[in-house]
């Protein structure tokens, strides 16, 4: 098992940027792909990114494409999600996954984090 800590979330504009960390430990770091998702009030919990353990492969939803930017640091065992361009629809909790499987970690991944809120006022 990997502990996931999350931070960063926030209250931001329309247009705004936000960056958030998940802080992991417990289990060799490298060994894992990291992934993000997020849950919306009233929603089921969607995919936003993920990025392999080497970090030269990355994967996006659609609706996140060219204003996130996943990206890991594994000297500091700490994954990022930098969002900008942000909406009223990216309000959410996020959530931080890991998985030591890359197919694995952006569909069912067997570590969670326990989230943070980001809110995107219109």
């Known amino acids: 098992q990997v502990q996931l800590v999350e931070s960063g979330g926030g209250l931001v504009q329309a247009g705004g940027s936000l960056r958030l960390s998940c802080a992991a430990s417990g289990r060799t770091f490298i060994n894992y792909a990291m992934g993000w998702f997020r849950q919306a009030p009233g929603k089921e919990r969607d995919f936003v990114a993920a990025?392999?353990?080497?970090?030269?492969?990355?994967y996006y939803a659609d609706s996140v494409k060219g204003r996130f930017t996943i990206s890991r640091g594994n000297a500091k065992n700490t994954v990022y999600l930098q969002m900008n361009s942000l909406k009223p629809e990216d309000t959410a909790v996020y959530y931080c996954?890991?998985?030591?499987?890359?197919?694995?970690?952006?569909?069912?991944?067997?570590?969670w984090g326990q989230g943070t809120q980001v809110t995107v006022a219109s």
């Open positions: 996954a890991a998985s030591p499987r890359t197919a694995v970690v952006t569909t069912t991944p067997e570590n």
């Open positions: 990025i392999s353990w080497s970090g030269g492969n990355s």
